[in-house]
């Protein structure tokens, strides 16, 4: 079996091991990810002697890794598909917002070589969604969340803290939604798949966070006909960018918002906790990361 240290050292190049700050993105398959591109053009923005580099890590090896890359001088890492739940039983202590959503997808590693996991997803979603669309009121009217899966519950316990008055959960799974709505309470209701046209009426917001729509995958097959004309379509997913839902959308007038602001916003609070300055999502940035889809 091959020493977690292996793993990640033959994954490294000199240039990565001589910087002054070491973070990364922990994935499988990983070679996918627009982390690195992100996190580049922030350190070359700043000017900072640091790297945040891929490491490609199967589940099984997933716990060991973890617990030597502190030693090696990592000061972080962020975590994602399959690794996010994972990482949540992995590391020393997870903030209360990671162990109510059941995923960690950032890790801050102390002084004193303890990881701490976070969760910034529903961070980034909602810093996307009042970008998009300034001045959204998440008390304006009821929310439909698509998907019950881990971006999902990020995006349903965001929603429920902002102060949404009612949160109607939609999951081909009945039963998945059925378990986020009890965990989230009062205002959440899981709506069956067969009803999820009737559940878009009246709403102020409606939130695909499935995979459904992305390249290579099926359609989102989600009727608006009943859909008010002023609530907001937002899609998670970003690869397209204008997906057949944001499309559809934007034709009878609807508002949208795409998901790529969701990727970079829930960045920004790893890389300020791991190389110091707090980085703005300008358009510039935008079209750096955006341009790494068509590669």
Same mark, same amino acid.
């Given at each position: 079996?091959?020493?977690?240290?292996?793993?990640?050292?033959?994954?490294?190049?000199? *240039? #990565?091991?001589? /910087?002054?700050?070491? =973070? $990364? @993105?922990?994935?499988?398959? &990983?070679?996918?990810?627009?982390?690195? +591109?992100?996190?580049?053009?922030?350190?070359?923005?700043?000017?900072?002697?640091?790297?945040?580099?891929?490491?490609?890590?199967?589940?099984?090896?997933?716990?060991?890794?973890?617990?030597?890359?502190?030693?090696?001088?990592?000061?972080?890492?962020?975590?994602?598909?399959?690794?996010?739940?994972?990482?949540?039983?992995?590391?020393?202590?997870?903030?209360?917002?990671?162990?109510?959503?059941?995923?960690?997808?950032?890790?801050?590693?102390?002084?004193?070589?303890?990881?701490?996991?976070?969760?910034?997803?529903?961070?980034?979603?909602?810093?996307?969604?009042?970008?998009?669309?300034?001045?959204?009121?998440?008390?304006?009217?009821?929310?439909?969340?698509?998907?019950?899966?881990?971006?999902?519950? *990020? #995006?349903?316990? /965001?929603?429920?803290? =902002? $102060? @949404?008055?009612?949160?109607? &959960?939609?999951?081909?799974?009945?039963? +998945?939604?059925?378990?986020?709505?009890?965990?989230?309470?009062?205002?959440?209701?899981?709506?069956?798949?067969?009803?999820?046209?009737?559940?878009?009426?009246?709403?102020?917001?409606?939130?695909?966070?499935?995979?459904?729509?992305?390249?290579?995958?099926?359609?989102?097959?989600?009727?608006?006909?009943?859909?008010?004309?002023?609530?907001?379509?937002?899609?998670?997913?970003?690869?397209?960018?204008?997906?057949?839902?944001?499309?559809?959308?934007?034709?009878?007038?609807?508002?949208?918002?795409?998901?790529?602001?969701?990727?970079?916003?829930?960045?920004?609070?790893?890389?300020?906790?791991?190389?110091?300055?707090?980085?703005?999502?300008?358009?510039?940035?935008?079209?750096?990361?955006?341009?790494?889809?068509?590669?």
């Amino acid at each position: 079996m091959t020493a977690p240290e292996d793993i990640v050292r033959r994954q490294l190049s000199d *240039s #990565v091991v001589k /910087a002054k700050t070491v =973070a $990364g @993105v922990i994935g499988w398959p &990983i070679g996918h990810s627009l982390s690195p +591109r992100l996190h580049g053009y922030w350190l070359r923005e700043n000017a900072i002697d640091g790297a945040y580099v891929p490491l490609a890590v199967a589940p099984e090896e997933f716990a060991a890794v973890i617990d030597v890359l502190p030693e090696m001088g990592f000061a972080g890492w962020n975590v994602t598909v399959p690794h996010k739940e994972l990482a949540l039983a992995a590391v020393t202590r997870a903030d209360d917002g990671a162990a109510k959503i059941g995923a960690v997808n950032t890790v801050v590693v102390t002084d004193g070589g303890a990881t701490v996991g976070s969760n910034t997803d529903g961070f980034g979603f909602l810093e996307n969604l009042g970008n998009g669309i300034p001045g959204w009121d998440p008390a304006s009217g009821p929310a439909v969340l698509v998907g019950a899966g881990g971006a999902a519950k *990020s #995006v349903a316990w /965001a929603l429920a803290d =902002a $102060g @949404v008055p009612e949160l109607r &959960i939609v999951n081909r799974t009945a039963s +998945r939604a059925e378990d986020l709505a009890r965990a989230i309470g009062d205002i959440a209701a899981a709506v069956s798949w067969d009803s999820r046209s009737d559940a878009l009426a009246g709403v102020g917001l409606v939130v695909n966070a499935t995979s459904l729509g992305m390249a290579g995958q099926p359609p989102l097959d989600m009727p608006l006909d009943t859909l008010p004309t002023n609530a907001v379509v937002n899609d998670l997913v970003y690869a397209p960018q204008i997906t057949g839902l944001l499309e559809r959308a934007q034709a009878r007038g609807n508002p949208t918002v795409g998901g790529l602001g969701m990727l970079l916003h829930q960045a920004r609070r790893g890389f300020a906790a791991w190389f110091g300055p707090e980085p703005s999502v300008t358009p510039e940035l935008r079209d750096f990361v955006a341009a790494g889809l068509e590669t």
